[in-house]
């Protein structure tokens, strides 16, 4: 069972570009969480999904930010416009989430986004 | 603003001094889940607790869920040079299980 897989794992864009992020949750796993972690600093939560409904977003910045999960294929993590400041790693993670709650969560190795 | 703080924020140890972090949160939780990331990887699940009250260990590691299901910690025994990373505690709301929370996280620096 392949883990969750995250592409590009480097991703550099310059400033106004569009950088789009994609996450594979593992196979059987309907859940994905998506973060953001800034250098040195802890884990940010962005936006909580189940295929094809977004349960929560309220870590992600209004504007410029979207994600996705849809029914077939990965969930994305959408960046218009990049700025300097969306220099991160984003950090993508599945769940089999059952009806007892939230479950361990299997992250993906993460794409560090680069702007210049 | 931050639901889930830890405390310290980062901690140095020589290798065998033991290590412990707290993990405190602003609203009841229904279970708690610890993290950790070694430097330049990605998080990787330790341990889920449940029950108020409840310990769990993993060989040098003990685990605590507090009474009123609101902290936590996390306690390393003889700290070795492998346990160097950031340990994050995260769970989800009691009230609300859509809302899923992560602690500021601990970074940890064992001196060989």
């Known amino acids: 069972n392949a883990g969750v897989m995250q592409n590009p794992r480097h991703l550099v864009r310059r400033r106004g570009q569009e950088a789009r992020l994609r996450c594979s949750p593992m196979?059987?796993?309907?859940?994905v969480y998506w973060y953001r972690q800034l250098p040195e600093e802890g884990l940010k939560f962005m936006v909580y999904l189940q295929k094809e409904n977004i349960i929560d977003e309220s870590g992600m910045p209004k504007e410029r930010f979207s994600a996705e999960f849809p029914k077939e294929g990965p969930s994305i993590l959408r960046i218009q416009q990049v700025v300097r400041g969306d220099s991160a790693a984003y950090f993508c993670?599945?769940?089999?989430?059952?009806?007892?709650?939230?479950?361990?969560?299997?992250f993906g190795p993460g794409t560090r986004l680069t702007v210049l | 603003g931050q639901q889930v703080m830890q405390i310290p924020q980062y901690q140095h140890v020589q290798e065998g001094e033991d290590f412990t972090t707290y993990c405190n949160s602003s609203t009841t939780l229904s279970n708690i889940q610890w993290y950790k990331q070694r430097p330049g990887g990605h998080p990787v699940f330790l341990i889920q607790l449940v029950k108020s009250g409840e310990v769990k260990k993993q060989k040098r590691l003990t685990f605590q869920f507090g009474e009123a299901k609101k902290n936590s910690s996390l306690h390393i025994t003889a700290t070795q040079t492998t346990d160097v990373g950031t340990y994050f505690c995260a769970g989800p709301s009691r009230y609300n299980f859509n809302k899923f929370y992560f602690g500021s996280g601990t970074k940890l620096n064992v001196k060989p």
């Open positions: 196979k059987g796993h309907s859940h």
């Open positions: 993670a599945s769940s089999p989430r059952t009806s007892g709650g939230h479950n361990e969560q299997f």
